[in-house]
């Protein structure tokens, strides 16, 4: 399990130093590690938060976002590129009961081609402007249009299996990612991680030449049943491991902003001072109660 990510002195420095993650993007050397069940349920834990949090599928001949998410309209970035209508993205997101907001990929591969790297760059930037989150599940590689989002974003999470191949592929990339300086914004997501591999899970680190790494357990049922229902698992089955870990994971990355704690101090602090003003001689056991509380909440 990831180590010490979640303390409550870490994510409070984390807070402090303005740590941010607003545009992240979810990628992966191969297709098939997680990228999509990640970003979608990364996407719905943020919703659930109250974030106003767009996915940007970025996979854009094979996209499947908005299949993960049962959903369909008329609008994907094919359409805002052929409308030259980069200033606009925001009209085009498709929205889900959730919250999350979804820029869907094109519907067939050979309308990929349409999407420059600049334009795709560009409907980023104007999508991160509106959002308070932006995850982009980019395609499988190093391709041009993933070396140009990548540039762009706060945070890059790199997803892997635990197999071999997959191992020797991710080494490669996060190879890559150093030559080009941004190492330093990579964190390494082992998926599947309890299935099977001959490796010890706690190597991976060391093999990858990383600090630290996050775990998601295997869950052949649940998960893949959900991506297929369309129903982000986090959503369908909350207590789940894998549900609880991408919660850890969704806590560690996006705390919440120190405008926001200090909000929720403030208010604990009135309600406390309300209830003294109508307890008198009960005020000591109020305060205290009221303190858990907020801790607790
Ligand atoms: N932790 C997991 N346990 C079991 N199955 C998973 C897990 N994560 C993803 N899957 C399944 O693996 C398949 C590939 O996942 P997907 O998110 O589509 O990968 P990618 O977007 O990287 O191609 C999907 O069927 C998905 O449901
Ligand atoms: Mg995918």
């Keep these: 399990m990831e180590k010490g990510l979640t303390g409550t002195m870490e994510h409070q420095q984390a807070i402090d130093s303005g740590f941010e993650n607003k545009v992240v993007a979810v990628c992966s050397a191969t297709g098939g590690m997680g990228r ?4 979608v349920n990364l996407a719905a834990l943020a919703a659930k938060n109250k974030k106003k949090v767009t996915i940007l599928d970025g996979d854009l001949q094979f996209g499947d976002a908005a299949m993960a998410l049962d959903m369909k309209g008329e609008n994907t970035i094919q359409h805002i590129v052929e409308k030259h209508d980069l200033a606009n993205s925001q009209n085009y997101c498709l929205k889900h009961e959730s919250g999350v907001q979804l820029l869907a990929a094109p519907t067939r591969p050979e309308y990929a081609d349409l999407i420059t790297p600049d334009s795709l760059v560009r409907i980023l930037k104007e999508t991160a402007s509106r959002a308070q989150l932006l995850l982009v599940d980019v395609q499988a590689g190093l391709t041009e249009h993933n ?12 997803v892997t299996t635990p197999g071999m ?3 020797k ?9 150093d030559a080009l300086g941004w190492k330093d914004k990579a964190s390494v997501i082992v998926n599947k991680s309890t299935g099977p591999t001959l490796m010890d899970v706690h190597d991976i680190t060391e093999l990858l030449q ?14 893949p049943l959900a991506f297929d229902r369309g129903i982000p698992v986090v959503i369908s089955h909350p207590k789940l491991p894998f549900s609880k870990e991408l919660a850890k994971i969704n806590e560690h990355l996006f705390p919440p902003a120190l405008s926001e704690t200090t909000e929720h101090i403030t208010l604990s602090r009135r309600l406390i001072k309300k209830f003294k003003g109508l307890r008198g001689k009960d005020d000591e056991f109020i305060s205290k109660t009221a303190i858990k509380t907020s801790r607790g909440s």
């Design 36 to 39: 999509t069940t990640i970003a």
């Design 147 to 158: 070396i140009q989002l990548l540039e762009q974003v706060d945070r890059i999470l790199v």
């Design 165 to 167: 191949a997959a191992l």
């Design 169 to 177: 592929n991710t080494k490669l990339m996060i190879e890559t990612l």
């Design 210 to 223: 990383v600090e630290e790494a996050f775990y998601l357990p295997d869950e052949d049922k649940h998960v």
